[in-house]
Nanobody, 116 residues
């Protein structure tokens, strides 16, 4: 079983920034697909950003130009840099990885609240 651990969430004012990090106890190079998803109260979980081992990335329209997904091979983490945050970005954020053998794993989630 692979346990993913997210960190970096918190309370931030509109226009502020946060960096989420997802620690994966496997080599970053064994991860085919990594992604960040979010779920706001009363809403379904939605994709925020996805990146493949080939370097292709996809972002949800509401976060394009503001969020950046990346891998840190030195720390073995999958990170999400979030800039120009808006109240509508408030949600629990989850990371997901898909390994080469197609196994999927989710983290426990980290709360992001954007409010003045």
């Amino acid at each position: 079983q692979v346990q993913l651990v997210e960190s970096g969430g918190g309370l931030v004012q509109p226009g502020g920034s946060l960096r989420l990090s997802c620690a994966a106890p496997v080599s970053i190079f064994s991860i085919n697909v990594m992604g960040w998803y979010r779920q706001a109260p009363g809403k379904q979980r939605e994709m925020v950003a996805v990146s493949t081992i080939g370097g292709h990335t996809n972002y949800a329209d509401p976060v394009k130009g503001r969020f950046t997904i990346s891998r840190d091979s030195a720390k073995n983490t999958v990170d999400l840099q979030m800039n120009s945050l808006k109240p509508e970005d408030t949600a629990v954020y989850y990371c997901q990885i898909v390994l080469a053998d197609d196994r999927h794993y989710w983290g426990q989630g980290t709360q992001v609240t954007v409010s003045s």
